[in-house]
């Protein structure tokens, strides 16, 4: 990977610290759809077995942040800021329960 395809605004950093200080280390997965339509997923490193097709897009508060190789196809040109707003995260998600939840917004990249 030759340049960070994700970041993370104050908010995502703050939260992401709350979570690693009760979990440790963490990781994320941006969702492609199905039940958590497609937010960002927070997992405790190592409880998400990351396949040969994902891709690393980078790091946001010193978590690895990975998305399906399909995924990245259609979203290659486009960086991901993660946010923070009001409500439930996904239900796998360690930001569930906190009445806060992680939110992938996008930008384009030039081309």
């Known amino acids: ?46 409880d998400l077995m990351i396949s040969d097709d994902d891709v690393l897009l980078g790091e946001i508060g010193g978590a690895p942040f990975y998305i399906g190789g399909d995924q990245f196809e259609a979203w290659k040109h486009t960086n991901l800021i993660i946010d923070v707003v009001p409500g439930r995260g996904g239900m796998f998600s360690l930001d569930n329960g906190r009445e806060k939840r ?8 030039s081309l």
């Open 1 to 46: 990977m030759t340049q960070q395809k994700v970041t993370a605004t104050d908010a995502a950093l703050e939260l992401i610290e709350e979570i690693k200080r009760d979990h440790g280390p963490i990781m994320f997965h941006q969702s492609g759809g199905c039940c958590d339509g497609s937010s960002p997923m927070c997992y405790a490193q190592g």
């Open 102 to 109: 992680f939110l992938t917004r996008s930008e384009i990249c």
